[in-house]
């Protein structure tokens, strides 16, 4: 692998204008095919399989014609009287019709008059005056019905609040174009403008949240920051942050190219965005730090570039290569959207692999000995009595071996402390309930929950399929029976047949629990309704199912919470392989996997404690998003892995050199150290400045990243694991010699390529390589 990477090093440099002029080519050609057939991004979250997707099957069976809850793109609009006033009066019902008219304007808006959009005070009359005529004789009765219909009611029981619900006429929610959003949103300005409240959410509406790009900028700032403070030379400095913006581009373009063929999350090019610009700054950082370390060794930049890119370019190969494995195996765990979002972060990881190995040796061709100009800074280590550099890194590394058992136990005492919150973890899926307090999808769900209770956001369906009794009467009994089944359990405020089909062997039972889609006795309800779900078919002789949104964003998160430990156990097994094939030991890798599941669980203690339990009020308290979990997994296995092997291959290969297991510590650090230091800090600053995006999603993967890629590059990998090295000494090599002959060996340092280069003249250079 080294001489073929060497090889490819040295002909970027040399016909650096055709590789630069290749990458532009794939940029422009790839971006307008990218454009071309994107369409917009929605969140869909459903496994198949669940049992809420399956009785919404039953549901569609039953009621042909019944929309997909994931794909239906509705919309609500909730307005509100001042304190004081109710809807019915003259100025506010006039407002609310001004604004219903400019609705029916708005493209893509159902043409079917009864799914138009209607004045709360006038629907809620009219359903209020069904029910009631629908309703018996008996007081009892009245009060049921009455009961049913405020319920169910678009007008708040005090007349204040009112809600305006449609469903665009598209297909799926990603049909909905952004200049219908615009419409809509214009139309509830202007309500706001008249006198009204007024804010709108809904499936429909959710591609209208805009992320921005200061955090990005903010995170490339203090990246630039650290380059410049490792190479002090401004030219140097922006060579790394130019590679990673032409990765995340060709990132972001197959994302978009991607959503012409399938359903991408508005949150995915987010995740792909901040994972290729921080290993994307990380690669190029590695390449050309090496090539300043080959240039201090011969005058040939073109031998320099190939040696840079055939020996860190090894293990940048290496390294991407775990992370894409991490990535793309969250298709193991069967979720669609989290593959899709996997996949999606793979690429980027993939095209800055592809950035490092071709277009920075190209940019090196091409600038040739101004690549460290605009020097504004010089650092000269110090030399000890043997010669060699001493750095910060060797300070560090003596220091740990002093005393390496009181730092084994400080590290683990401080991350299983940070692990504890985790106990508590509570997963749900992101809703406007959760979405940011600024955003008009939060406002108008708290408007909703004021006015109408929590529960009206998170209602359950139960369908009831009666095609097996025969007597039309005894179905009828069976979907009273359901719903008064259903209307028993603890947390229920109303429950009600809400259709009932043709040939009435199927109906639907509309369920308002108490309380919001998140609140755990919500999970509860759902919960006792699935498992009486056998009695009250064995009593009535249906078949019962229950689904709706909620239903199915709770199936999705327990799905994702029960393929943690798969996942965990897939990524943990691979670890340990991959780092037997490259530092040739057993110990190694096992200390290196142990390490990584303690940093994951720190993170996730640390994000529990703040995101959902709100320490010190950062942010307010809420679940944490269900596949959070797995995605932190699946990167920071990819970048814990980066870090043990650049800095413990530095180790091995002194080892098998003939230094001491000490010494080798030591030597790792010493040409290691600086580069991780400066990688790590580069990757903390990109992720930690997503957490000033609104999106509390988003604002919660930053935090776990930066501080996941704190607690493993410097507590675990600069910490933890030289220490324990330290106390293994020479047993920290150990390797059976069967399972050393079986293992596939790997030269991610190049050191086979530096020793035929070694033995070989000059002139046979090329053929040496060739033959390689």
């Not at 006792?528 to 064995?538: P, V, Y």
């Amino acid at each position: 692998m080294a001489s073929l990477l060497y090889r490819l090093g040295h002909t970027a440099y040399r016909r650096w204008p055709l590789f630069i002029a290749g990458w532009i080519i794939v940029l422009v050609g790839f971006g307008a095919v990218a454009v071309g057939v994107s369409k917009p991004m929605a969140d869909t979250f459903s496994i198949p399989g669940i049992p809420s997707l399956a009785a919404q099957s039953m549901q569609q069976k039953l009621f042909p014609g019944t929309a997909d809850a994931q794909d239906e793109a509705s919309a609500t609009v909730v307005v509100a009287a001042p304190k004081g006033h109710t809807l019915k009066e003259a100025k506010y019902t006039g407002a609310v019709n001004t604004l219903i008219t400019k609705l029916d304007a708005v493209p893509q808006m159902p043409t079917d008059a009864k799914a138009k959009p209607v004045n709360p005070v006038v629907a809620a009359a009219a359903q209020q005056k069904a029910i009631l005529a629908a309703a018996g004789k008996t007081a009892q009765e009245q009060a049921t019905a009455k009961a049913n219909a405020q319920a169910v009611s678009p007008l708040s029981a005090d007349g204040r609040t009112g809600t305006i619900t449609w469903t665009f006429a598209t297909k799926t929610v990603q049909d909905v174009k952004a200049s219908t959003q615009d419409d809509v949103l214009k139309a509830v300005a202007q309500a706001r403008a008249s006198g009204l409240e007024a804010q709108v959410n809904g499936s429909g509406m959710q591609a209208m949240v805009s992320t921005g790009g200061s955090s990005e900028l903010l995170g490339v700032l203090v990246a630039a920051f650290v380059l410049f403070i490792t190479f002090g030379s401004l030219v140097a400095a922006g060579m790394p942050i130019i590679s990673a913006g032409v990765g995340v581009m060709m990132g972001e373009l197959a994302i978009q190219f991607a959503t012409g063929f399938t359903t991408i999350g508005t949150t995915t090019p987010i995740l792909a965005t901040m994972i290729g610009l921080a290993v994307g700054i990380d690669y190029t950082l590695f390449i050309l730090a090496r090539y300043r370390t080959e240039l201090r060794e011969t005058e040939d930049r073109a031998h320099a570039a190939g040696l840079a890119v055939g020996k860190a370019g090894s293990a940048v190969v290496f390294a991407g290569l775990t992370v894409l494995i991490a990535l793309c195996a969250l298709s193991v765990v069967g979720i669609p959207f989290l593959t899709s979002m996997g996949l999606a972060a793979a690429g980027s990881v993939f095209f800055a692999v592809c950035v490092a190995l071709t277009l920075l040796p190209a940019v090196l061709g091409l600038l040739k000995s101004k690549v460290f100009a605009a020097q504004l800074r010089k650092r000269e280590d110090k030399l000890g009595a043997d010669g060699r550099t001493i750095n910060n890194g060797v300070r560090w590394a003596k220091l740990l071996g002093k005393r390496p058992a009181i730092f084994v136990a400080m590290v683990v005492v401080v991350l299983g402390g940070l692990a504890i919150p985790m106990k508590s973890l509570h997963l749900a899926l992101p809703s406007d309930s959760t979405a940011a307090k600024s955003t008009t999808q939060r406002q108008a769900a708290d408007m909703i929950s004021e006015a109408f209770g929590a529960g009206r956001q998170a209602p359950f369906i139960a369908v009831v399929d009666a095609t097996g009794i025969s007597d039309s009467q005894q179905r009828l009994a069976a979907f009273g029976q359901v719903m008064g089944w259903a209307g028993s359990q603890k947390d229920v405020v109303n429950s009600q047949i809400i259709k009932v089909n043709a040939d009435k062997t199927g109906a639907t039972i509309l369920i308002t629990p108490k309380d919001g889609a998140d609140a755990q006795s919500t999970l509860t309800l759902l919960d006792h309704l699935r498992s009486g779900q056998s009695g009250i078919e064995k009593k009535t002789g249906a078949t019962v199912g229950i689904t709706g949104t909620t239903a199915i964003q709770t199936d999705v998160s327990t799905q994702l919470t029960s393929a943690l430990p798969k996942y965990l156990a897939v990524v943990i097994g691979l670890a340990f392989i991959l780092l037997m094939v490259v530092f040739r030991s057993v110990l190694v890798p096992l200390m290196a996997t142990l390490g990584f599941l303690l940093s994951v669980l720190a993170t996730l203690g640390a994000t529990v404690a703040v995101f959902q339990n709100g320490l010190f009020g950062l942010v307010e308290g809420q679940p944490i998003v269900s596949f959070m979990p797995i995605i932190l997994i699946g990167i920071v296995f990819g970048l814990a892995m980066d870090y043990q092997v650049f800095l413990v291959t530095r180790m091995r290969e002194a080892y098998v050199h003939g230094a001491s297991a000490r010494e080798s510590i030591v030597d790792g650090f010493r040409h290691g150290a600086r580069v991780v230091t400066a990688a790590a800090t580069i990757m903390i600053s990109v992720f930690a400045a997503f957490m000033l995006q609104s999106n509390s999603l988003i604002q919660s993967m930053g935090f776990a990243l930066a501080a996941a890629v704190f607690f493993d590059a410097f507590v675990v990998r600069m910490t933890l694991i030289p220490a324990i090295m330290y106390l293994l000494g020479d047993k920290a090599w150990w390797l059976p010699k069967w399972l050393d002959k079986i293992l596939p060996r790997v030269d991610v340092e190049g050191e086979k390529l530096g020793k035929k280069l070694a033995k070989a003249p000059e002139s046979e250079e090329d053929s040496v390589l060739a033959n390689a």
